[in-house]
């Protein structure tokens, strides 16, 4: 079953990989086109929701490195999105291992408040899924460095509904992306932000065929945004 569903997702990864030299730490300068036109073009569409994920240079949650986006369409097809970042710190050995995103990777690439300044109207005009409340953490400790306004997004934890969806995985396997990813037949890199974000999504999406397939009521948590969830 969870098979049949997974079929019609069709993501589209959408992004760049640059990369060395860790320059100077600076702070975002109003202007530079040459660092705007490096953040790829953002999908365009009517969409559901989307999903977030971050993964950063070091044990600092501001330290974000790469930022990935994955654009629910109404009928389910997915279009993913990602950008390196500069975090303008020190990139942490067992972080880079882990990811395989280091400083030479991040050469020329925009940092985050210029990336945040392109994302920020496209975030906040739907709601934002993530797997567990890292993401949202990591996005407010990187506007509070960046001297930016704290954002007000929508987020839901797709963790919360992954728990409600198969209560049978705790303490057997858990909910975390690894397990979930045996479980439903995800296919996924981990540790890869534009991947991880799209198998947020897709874990929200099996988790409402599950919810139809119990026949529960099914009402939208957030109306304005059509978003599907049992409250």
């Given at each position: 079953?969870?098979?049949?569903?997974?079929?019609?997702?069709?993501?589209?990864?959408?992004?760049?990989?640059?990369?060395?030299?860790?320059?100077?730490?600076?702070?975002?300068?109003?202007?530079?086109?040459?660092?705007?036109?490096?953040?790829?073009?953002?999908?365009?569409?009517?969409?559901?929701?989307?999903?977030?994920?971050?993964?950063?240079?070091?044990?600092?949650?501001?330290?974000?490195?790469?930022?990935?986006?994955?654009?629910?369409?109404?009928?389910?097809?997915?279009?993913?999105?990602?950008?390196?970042?500069?975090?303008?710190?020190?990139?942490?050995?067992?972080?880079?291992?882990?990811?395989g995103i280091g400083a030479g990777t991040v050469r020329n690439a925009p940092n985050f408040a210029e990336v945040f300044t392109v994302l920020r109207d496209?975030?906040?005009?739907?709601?934002?899924?993530?797997?567990?409340?890292?993401?949202?953490?990591?996005?407010?400790?990187?506007?509070?460095?960046h001297k930016l306004p704290k954002p007000n997004f929508q987020w839901i934890d797709s963790v919360a509904v992954a728990r409600r969806a198969w209560p049978?995985?705790?303490?057997?396997?858990?909910?975390?992306?690894?397990?979930?990813?045996?479980?439903?037949?995800?296919?996924?890199?981990?540790?890869?932000?534009?991947?991880?974000?799209?198998?947020?999504?897709?874990?929200?999406?099996?988790?409402?065929?599950?919810?139809?397939?119990?026949?529960?009521?099914?009402?939208?948590?957030?109306?304005?945004?059509?978003?599907?969830?049992?409250?």
């Open positions: 079953m969870t098979h049949s569903v997974s079929q019609k997702f069709q993501p589209h990864l959408r992004g760049w990989w640059l990369a060395p030299d860790h320059p100077k730490p600076r702070l975002h300068q109003q202007g530079n086109t040459r660092q705007a036109n490096m953040i790829p073009h953002l999908p365009k569409g009517d969409f559901r929701f989307i999903a977030l994920d971050v993964e950063t240079a070091n044990g600092d949650s501001a330290s974000i490195c790469q930022i990935g986006l994955a654009f629910v369409h109404h009928g389910g097809a997915i279009d993913t999105w990602a950008s390196f970042v500069d975090p303008l710190m020190p990139f942490a050995p067992f972080n880079t291992e882990l990811h496209t975030l906040a005009a739907h709601p934002l899924v993530q797997h567990s409340r890292f993401d949202e953490k990591a996005m407010a400790a990187a506007c509070r460095i049978e995985l705790k303490g057997n396997g858990g909910h975390g992306l690894a397990s979930l990813k045996e479980r439903l037949g995800l296919s996924f890199k981990h540790h890869d932000a534009g991947e991880d974000a799209r198998a947020a999504a897709e874990v929200i999406l099996h988790a409402e065929a599950v919810f139809s397939a119990k026949g529960g009521a099914i009402r939208p948590a957030i109306p304005a945004f059509q978003l599907k969830l049992p409250l």
